[in-house]
């Protein structure tokens, strides 16, 4: 199994989200997170002292799946996430050892 | 002079700016993206400061300048022979001007819920400066300035037809030619802070008492009955709107229950100088579910992004209380009776036709405005800074900070 | 009628309506988890609806009416009988009408605090309606309706009694019969903020201006002391009970400084119209020396789930209050003197005797009334509920949302 | 006594307790760290507390007591006295002790801004209580207690000298003092919460009626004419800065609107009582367009960290409006006209005399206290808790949780 | 080493780390995510317009452990997090090449 | 390459991004999460009622680098995060199989 980490710009985690579920996948975690990278973030201007904001808000989505779907996950991700603009993000892919389902105790797989 | 009038007048003022800033705007801010929360409240606040000066300029002119039936002229732009020593009624004109001023502000305000999240920002300030002088003041002037419709005996205490008519017409026309948000209407975002907007609907409740129980412009019966059903109304609408939720979903929510409020706010407003407690209830009430139903017509039906509802619940229920005022005010139903020689039926035929002027005046000049304002100035952002908000596009803020 | 009296009263209804909405439900509301913020809000604005229309209906008549020692009976009920120009002492009797609905309104608002993070909405309205009309409309016609309590000559200027000690203890016996929240005492979750709180409290200090001193029902030499020693009485509160919090934590807490104004003002109610600014000061550092004890004792040493201390601010500030006005009433002590007759003893005995009837009185009917409702309504939450928090269960939205 | 006049006082006093809390509050604590958002609300809150026994302890004394052109005296400590029936010109005595209390309580509260994120607690309630009590009273005595400012024809309506300069120059000589927040100017973090700040900037702006118009101490045709010269004044202030920050980031923000609102507040606030409408226009431009250098000025040019930007807001628009007073004030300019005697030269050079002396005296007895406190309390927090924020160090507290 | 990945119900959060410190592991850290899956979200509904929530609130737990305390952690935080309910969560376990403590520059094992 | 998960202090965020532009890394993903160890949570207290405080916040920095400047990268993340105070945080690296560029599809190296 693999664990994927996908970077994504906030407004398309819906998109991605039904991308995946067009391949099976029908789980994941996503959180909110600041990217740092050729993108650059807008300064912000309060009473004429400005702040550089060196970060911009993305989203991470975690998700686990079988090995043999990995390559059809990140295209479905990639496909979903691209706005072919600077700042679209990264995905990248980890080994997952091992997964289980809190609930009732499956294992590998199944646990997804 | 009369000092208590003074008094109770100065208050109100202080209560109806209370209600725009910061009543409305967070009122509306805590309903959209928490992308877009600061552009609401300066768009709210902009319009405050703008529009005071155009009121001083020419607006208050045009609206209680003397001159003829139509407008008032410029005669007191600028307060020009308005000197601390005139009076109006029995306080200070300056109070007068002062107390207008806050509705002056508080009608182009009330618009802003129909265009944010996707709007420019210079566009709204343009827009809400010209609109006062050319679409509010004048109307002012007909109905309380002792203009044609006040001639004809058109019933509208505190502005149900001046306030909710014209900004709720003027809001659907806008919303229209603006176009709806993006992914309107499934897949725009939830409000963002529906305790923001309460807080703001408390702030509008309690403001109210200036606006209706202050629009006796003295501290007497009149406006001890205005405060009275002008409360009873708000309290009816908020349970009336959250019955029809309940009723569709087994669930009364806080964004729907203030906003039924606002809907008996509106609705009253007109009558709160005519209708006794009872015509109060009716008013609430009515104003409460037929706005309810009204909102769901624009978005769902006619796939309208008024965004906030400024038409269904306002521009609704400004008109609704308008005409109910017709029959509320006699005598028969609690009210202070009919004016010499008018019937329900004449009275009901004089305050529709009011609204349908208005209402069109305000539609088309809006139409006509905004048409011509596109050509200089941006009108809708494009879409990348719609996405990211625009919050940080246009004013160079963010709402919220954590990191 | 006077105009003065009328303007001053117009102002303080607005006040005290502001008190509730929105001071009192943020200073609730700042309280709890963030996944009941709404649900807090939302029952304070329920309450603040239903009630109006329940005081309209009946509560007014109950509390005001003509009748007998007892109660007022019903003859006002929709304010029958009172027109535009009624009077009531100096002011039109809508007004005051309307600025004892204010009073109506918040006391059972004050109980909301008993009972969060677990309760069903439903019960709220139902019983706040209820008890409003069975409860509290009694007391006050008792009190300040001409009843038997005022025969006895109890003083309690703007509600010790009425509606805190009313409050007080109806809210402690709502809060044993409905069982601590899930994890008290050790594993409940802090105030999600803070901030709101203190915003809550500071329109809370700004409105109990219009509750004191609106009591004297005239802007006269009495409205002016009464809001003297108010807000000597808050201030002294706030500073009493920060340094309980300094001798024992060496910090001085926000929510706690704000808890102890609010424990000063309660103490100062009853008293606001009968002492003078040194007895002022003495109530409200008694007042937040006390409140302080008593919240550490309910919670820790009897393990009763107060969740937000009505009891021990309100209850025991008001009762307090109104036993202490019998001593500072006395000229001797800065007040303005005791009634014909009276000695501080027989005053003192007064007071007490108001105080328990008072309080057996709220506490029994709070008890059948709760009994009673729930065999038709649900009383709480079911556990998964509680845990994922009322607002999106009972109202079906969120109070932030992030992504 | 009049009730017309005590019926807009009891409403002023309301109003100006109002901007302090919780007004002033949010508007500072929304441009602070979310770290530190609890201790500035609890910087204005306990100063009002605080400042409220001191200033009936000494601090009314000292500034309305009879006594000589220097100082009142401590004849009216505690208000021995002044009784339920003393009257202080139409109102009674007690209130125009509270209206001047609440003037007493944001003077201080305005310092907050000046030290924000790095003052320790108690060094701000001991210093705040003396401040008032030197600083503060003499300076009221001098110009609205009949002292030597008055009588040598110092216009100062509602406060410019009063409470902005002192405020303003103590302000700065305390950040100086203090030193700069860590990071100081490149990487202290941005404001974190600019909503906040413009719901307090909207209730200074309502408050500032009161504060202003309550000026009059009557509901008459000065308090018209001064909440008039206020409103538009606020609102040129706004558009001035906006417009500034267009020019040079061509965006407008909301931070800056309502920190030029305030500007304008300050500049008109001497000038309130003797000028007309256009001169409140002039005076609000001018404010908002100087204050806005001045801000850039300290902070980037001269590398003072008066966080809040205290001295190039209040001290500068309250000179600055003082200064134009003497202009505006004359007929010619739709002032009220200069005092028998006087040309528009001898004025400012009265108005300036005024302030300098009182900047002198503010600044250096500022120092004084500030370097006696420093011997027996924490000026300053260590590094940890500068980087950790206040809230959790000094309160115990957090201002938002989450988890 | 092995790096855990679990996402738990957010009430949870007290008992798992309390589980974990059962079988002493003193270090976590926690995170709040928003999880799609089998659990469904409420919809919320503001004017009657209804919007469909897809991620429900969860907590992400992150901990090091040493490969022989890997069951033991996976067992603790399965019986602490496990409330029989959809949406109890998922346990994920990654491979952790090396680890360092910061302050003392301790690596491996004695950095957790 | 090498996926780097780092635990520091939030004030120490920009010395962090700093340092690694240093060593030549000019991407990374930011997160707010709350840490659990061997420092202790302050307690709060409203109304006399203690609350222990077990999580404090700290800063998640996750960066995907080439196997050849790993332990640079660590170094310098040590080195920006270092108070020599308890609770600095720690450094994890993980084995980081693939990386794709959203916007480009390029992989591997090129699509850090
Ligand atoms: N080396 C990295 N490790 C982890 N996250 C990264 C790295 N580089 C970039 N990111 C994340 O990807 C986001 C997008 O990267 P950026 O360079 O801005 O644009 P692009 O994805 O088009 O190259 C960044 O905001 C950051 O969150
Ligand atoms: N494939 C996956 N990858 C990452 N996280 C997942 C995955 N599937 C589920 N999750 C996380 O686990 C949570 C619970 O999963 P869910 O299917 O709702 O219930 P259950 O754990 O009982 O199967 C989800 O909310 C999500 O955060
Ligand atoms: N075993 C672990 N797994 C994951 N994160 C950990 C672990 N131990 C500690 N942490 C994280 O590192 C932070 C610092 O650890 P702590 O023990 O407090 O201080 P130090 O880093 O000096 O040892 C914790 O707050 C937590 O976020």
Redesign the interface.
Same mark, same amino acid.
């Given at each position: 199994m693999k664990f994927i980490v996908a970077i994504i710009k906030p407004h398309k985690l819906d998109d991605v989200r039904e991308a995946l579920a067009g391949v099976g996948i029908e789980g994941m975690t996503a959180s909110e997170v600041k990217g740092y990278g050729r993108q650059k973030g807008q300064t912000e201007i309060y009473r004429g002292a400005e702040y550089q904001v060196n970060f911009v808000p993305k989203v991470k989505i975690e998700v686990a799946v079988d090995d043999d779907v990995v390559d059809n996950v990140v295209d479905a991700i990639r496909n979903a996430a691209n706005t072919e603009k600077i700042g679209d993000g990264k995905i990248f892919v980890l080994d997952l050892q091992s997964a289980v389902r809190v609930r009732t105790g499956e294992t590998g797989s199944d646990a997804l | 002079?009369?000092?208590?009038?003074?008094?109770?007048i100065?208050?109100s003022?202080?209560?109806v700016?209370?209600m725009t800033? /910061?009543g409305l @705007?967070?009122f509306y801010?805590g309903?959209v993206r $928490?992308q877009n929360?600061?552009s609401v409240?300066?768009n709210c +606040?902009?319009i @405050?400061?703008?529009v005071?000066?155009l009121w +001083?300029a020419v607006g208050y002119s045009i609206a209680f300048g003397d001159g003829n039936a139509w407008w008032g002229g410029l005669g007191k732009s +600028?307060?020009s022979g308005v000197g601390?020593?005139s009076v109006s009624g029995t306080? %200070? !004109? &300056?109070?007068f001007?002062?107390f207008q001023?806050t509705f002056a502000i508080i009608t182009p305000a009330l618009i802003v819920g129909a265009y944010p999240e996707r709007i420019h920002?210079s566009f709204v300030v343009a827009f809400s400066v010209i609109w006062v002088a050319i679409v509010y003041a004048p109307v002012v002037h007909w109905v309380w300035g002792g203009g044609f419709l006040a001639e004809m005996g058109l019933l509208d205490f505190a502005g149900g037809v001046v306030v909710h008519v014209t900004a709720g017409i003027s809001a659907l026309v806008l919303a229209m030619m603006l176009g709806p948000r993006r992914g309107f %209407?499934n !897949?725009?975002? /939830? %409000?963002?802070? /529906?305790?923001?907007t309460?807080?703001g609907a =408390?702030?509008l409740?309690?403001g109210w008492?200036?606006f209706n @129980?202050g629009s006796a412009l $003295? =501290?007497? $019966? $009149? =406006?001890?009955?205005a405060?009275?059903v002008t409360?009873?109304s708000? @309290? =009816?609408g908020?349970?009336a709107w959250?019955v029809m939720?309940l009723i569709?979903?087994r669930?009364?929510?806080?964004?729907?229950?203030? &906003?039924g409020?606002v809907a008996g706010l509106a609705t009253i407003t007109p009558a709160s100088g005519s209708v006794? %407690?009872?015509g109060g209830?009716v008013l609430g009430i009515a104003g409460g579910v037929v706005c309810?139903m009204i909102?769901?017509a624009v978005?769902?039906r006619f796939r309208i992004d008024d965004s906030l509802?400024v038409f269904a619940v306002h521009g609704v229920g400004g008109a609704l209380g308008t005409l109910l005022t017709a029959f509320f005010v006699s005598a028969a139903l609690g009210g202070?009776g009919l004016a010499e020689g008018m019937t329900m039926g004449s009275q009901l035929g004089v305050q529709a036709l009011g609204i349908v002027i208005v209402a069109v005046w305000s539609g088309v000049l809006t139409a006509i405005i905004a048409t011509v304002l596109k050509m200089f100035l941006t009108f809708r952002v494009d879409e990348e800074t719609e996405?990211q908000g625009l919050d940080?596009?246009?004013?160079? !803020?963010?709402?919220?900070?954590?990191?």
């Open positions: - | 002079m009369q000092g208590a009038d003074t008094a109770w100065l208050t003022t202080a209560l700016l209370f800033l /910061p @705007a967070l801010a309903l $928490a929360v600061l409240l300066m +606040f902009a @405050a400061a703008t005071s000066i +001083f +600028f307060l601390i020593d306080i %200070p !004109e &300056t109070l001007f002062m001023m920002f %209407p !897949e725009v975002q /939830p %409000p963002h802070s /529906p305790g923001l309460m807080i =408390a702030m409740w309690v008492f200036g @129980a $003295a =501290a007497d $019966a $009149a =406006a001890g009955m405060m009275t409360h009873i708000a @309290a =009816a908020a349970i959250s939720e569709r979903y669930k009364a929510s806080l964004v729907g229950a203030v &906003t409020m006794g %407690p009872v209830l309810y909102t769901q978005k769902q509802d202070n996405v940080l596009s246009l004013h160079g !803020e963010r709402g919220y900070h954590n990191m």
